[in-house]
Each structure stands twice: as C-alpha cells, then as structure tokens.
C-alpha cells in the first residue's frame, strides 16, 4: 500500500513531507475504519508470483 501511494505521489511531483502525511492519512482512516466496525486488521496478501 505504501509503496504504491510513494509513487503515485512522486509522479505528481510532490515533497517527501507530502508523501509521508497523505501515508499517515491513510493509515489513520484506516485505524478509525477499524474502530468503528470494532474488526481487526487483515492484510490483503500479495499473490504468489
């Protein structure tokens, strides 16, 4: 997820400092998101290549 956002944010000629509060956005609604619906965390696993 983070990997994916980093470059979608450089391509759009963003800061670092940018990249990093957009990353910590999202994490945050993802934490409420979770609060909310009171559920854990599951990561979404790459598929095997």
Known sequence: MSHS???RKIRQEKRHNH???ALA????DVLFA???DR???QSESAPDA
């Open 19 to 21: 990249t990093v509060i």
């Open 39 to 41: 559920t854990i965390y």
């Open 25 to 28: 956005r999202r994490r945050c």
């Open 34 to 36: 979770m609060l909310r």
């Open 5 to 7: 956002l980093q470059a």
